[in-house]
């Protein structure tokens, strides 16, 4: 991984364009070469800071999953931060993706409750018992063939909420194995390597100075030109 997807780093927030197929932290079966070992690798001070497992780690995204993130390099930071992002007041959370199809309309806002299937506890649900309020505001941006892309913005961070919303509409995220439509995917001409869905913005207040710091990251070109 090269230093290049560093955005951003001061004395407390580190700043990444994370990139596909890459684990945040350690977890079975991926050990090594996360994002996580890189940073630590780069920036020694951030070892410890939260936990030893996940040093720094605020928020996730999933492997394949590529786009902004933060990481807290102090406690001071890492406290702030959770405290921001737990909370949702002033944090912003914006991503685009390449579903099947294109949602109607073309904005909209959908509020369901999400949680794990009873069944699959690597599968979440929407309507799940004690599942918890998730929101999300879609923007279908481009129309291309039987593909769209969509901006989603997202109100609360539930686990997999963009890709869960997405299949509850009707039109799940292309190469999503859990949610997708593996018919569709093996159709397209260019068969996607991983789900198609990147985190393009990322807003959020300073640890240290509360200001609001908003970071972006261009998408990459499978989802440029996953038509």
Known sequence: MKRNFILYDDSEIVVVDKPACVYVHPSPGHEKGTLCDALVKLFPEMRGVGSVERPGVVHRLDAETSGVM??????????KLREAFESHARVRKTYLAVLHGAPRPAQGMLETTIGRKSWDAKR?????AGGK???THWTVLEKHGPLAIVEFAIE?????QIRVHAAHLGHPIVGDALYGDAAKD???AV???RQLLHAVQLEFPHPLTNEMMCFAAPPPPDIIFAH
């Open 156 to 160: 609360t961070g539930r686990t997999h």
């Open 191 to 193: 068969r996607p390597k």
């Open 70 to 79: 933060v990481f807290a390099k102090t406690r001071r930071a890492y406290l």
């Open 124 to 128: 979440m649900v929407v309507g799940a």
């Open 186 to 188: 093996r159709a397209l």
């Open 133 to 135: 309020r998730a929101v």
